[in-house]
């Protein structure tokens, strides 16, 4: 019994539907040894909003699920690896496997790790949010600088600063400020 990773397609915001699904169908055709996961792969992100931090899941992949299966041989006679792939196949929202040709193509090992450990660490130390990034133009919309303009010279996505250069009278000045403090322009 080979237990691969693989990647499906389906519906862009109907991953957890789909996902539930297929955990359903997997459970009445008792199937678990050979479907025992079925992942949306989701990082754990801090967001601020209104001056308030709030943690949320991200979908990694939008539009698509990850699956740990032994899905036989295409084509074979064998009933349990026609079970299996008429139930993936016959899940309402299942699209298709991700690779060419037609045999499913598995993910590497390295591939599966590095998303396992990014859901893993996301769910330890859920990481900032920060869309702003280097030379974005911003104002800064609260604290002791509130209402200047400046250009973003440096982004600490650890803590969520930036470093902007801010015209005080007539010299540039660089200032420190928290990532939710400033609105693009």
Do not use: C
């Not at 600063?161 to 009278?169: A, E």
């Amino acid at each position: 019994m080979a237990l691969d990773w693989y990647v499906v397609r389906v519906a862009t915001n109907r991953e957890d539907s789909v996902r539930e699904r297929l955990v359903q169908r997997v459970k009445a055709d008792k199937l678990e040894h050979r479907i025992p996961q079925i992942l949306v792969p989701v990082e754990r992100i801090a967001e601020i909003k209104s001056g308030k931090k709030k943690v949320v899941n991200r979908k990694i992949y939008p539009g698509y699920l990850m699956l740990q299966a032994d899905l036989g041989e295409a084509g074979s006679e064998d009933q349990e690896d026609q079970s299996v792939w008429f139930a993936l196949h016959e899940t309402q929202g299942f699209g298709d496997f991700v690779g060419g040709g037609k045999e499913p193509t598995p993910m590497t090992p390295d591939e599966v790790e590095g998303i396992l450990s990014r859901m893993e660490q996301s769910e330890d130390a859920p990481r900032l949010d920060v869309r702003i990034k280097r030379g974005d133009l911003v104002r800064i919309t609260e604290g002791p600088f509130e209402g200047f303009d400046g250009s973003v010279e440096d982004v600490d996505e650890g803590k969520g600063l930036l470093h902007i250069s801010v015209t005080i009278f007539g010299r540039a000045t660089s200032v420190e400020i928290d990532h939710w403090q400033v609105e693009p322009v």
